[in-house]
């Protein structure tokens, strides 16, 4: 095919396949692209008779795509970044007017402690944007970034979308959190002898800290497993129960009251906090505008 017979290929058809391949379903690329089924049936039927292959078959609710249609999906994906960036080149971004909508992704300990900030900043400089925040962490930040879902993430992350990019935005070290009134530090001994609150998304009774512990041969005892940081305080206050958190989700909880941050009584690894990207988006303007707004206010304050 050469430049001229692109003139009869549907951009929109392309968009179509790309996002099936990443849903694998008609119903759910249609919710993604706000179309009805009809609409992605027939834009399929496009596609098989434009690439001369069926390129899905659905095995029970899902739809395997062919060894075709990975071939092209490899190919086409950067080439629909490329046009992407492309057309953000050309685009302008003024804050003060634009109403664009930015999805991004964060982890529950930065929507807790470093968004509150930023969007005061965003609110200030950017009425008319709107903000769509999703829960993510190391499991759940690549596929959303990959299928376009979010432009940007922020949490620990471990592989990406190859089509990604990343920056640390800050090295943070974790605090133990407590509300009990005993003077003076937490020895091992008292901490490995306390009851222990853990914050996990997934609901797991041991993190990092138990890892560490195993080095010493020691351990500690989760009474209480939560699912956010907000509400943290409350839950320790009145009880010898303890919790380690990062320092600056350690400086947001104790600014509120009743509880105080105090450093571990072990020696433990310090931990970076990530922001992840969206290729595609590297140069939109837009884009570029909010993650520095992120850099500024997520980062190391000494960085700044």
Request: charged residues 25%; neutral net charge; hydrophobic residues 45%.
């Amino acid at each position: 095919m050469n430049r001229n017979d692109l003139r009869r290929v549907d951009l929109n058809l392309l968009i179509v396949f790309e996002t099936l391949m990443h849903e694998r379903s008609v119903t759910r690329a249609a919710e993604k692209l706000f179309l009805g089924q009809p609409a992605i049936s027939a834009a399929l039927s496009r596609l098989r008779g434009l690439f001369d292959d069926p390129l899905f078959v659905r095995t029970g609710r899902s739809m395997e795509p062919s060894a075709r249609a990975v071939e092209i999906f490899a190919l086409l994906s950067p080439a629909l970044d490329s046009i992407s960036t492309a057309v953000s080149r050309a685009s302008e971004f003024d804050p003060a007017t634009s109403t664009a909508v930015f999805r991004i992704g964060l982890s529950d300990d930065v929507e807790f402690a470093l968004l509150p900030p930023l969007l005061k900043r965003l609110r200030a400089e950017a009425p008319g944007i709107v903000l769509v925040i999703r829960r993510v962490n190391y499991i759940l930040a690549p596929p959303l970034l990959a299928s376009g879902e979010i432009s940007i993430a922020v949490s620990y992350t471990n592989d990406l979308p190859a089509n990604a990019k990343r920056k640390v935005l800050r090295r943070s070290r974790p605090k133990l959190l407590r509300a009990d009134t005993m003077p003076g530090p937490i020895s091992l001994d008292d901490f490995c002898a306390r009851p222990h609150a853990l914050v996990s998304f997934a609901g797991d009774l041991s993190g990092f800290i138990d890892t560490e512990l195993e080095k010493v041969e020691r351990k500690r005892h989760v009474v209480l497993a939560v699912p956010q940081f907000n509400g943290l305080s409350t839950l320790l206050s009145g009880t010898d129960i303890v919790a380690t958190v990062p320092d600056y989700t350690a400086e947001a909880l104790t600014a509120a009251g009743g509880v105080r941050a105090e450093d571990l009584p072990l020696e433990m690894p310090g931990f970076e906090l990530h922001m992840a990207w969206r290729g595609a988006q590297d140069n939109d303007p837009g884009e570029r505008w909010l993650r520095s707004r992120i850099q500024m206010f997520f980062g190391d304050p000494d960085s700044l």
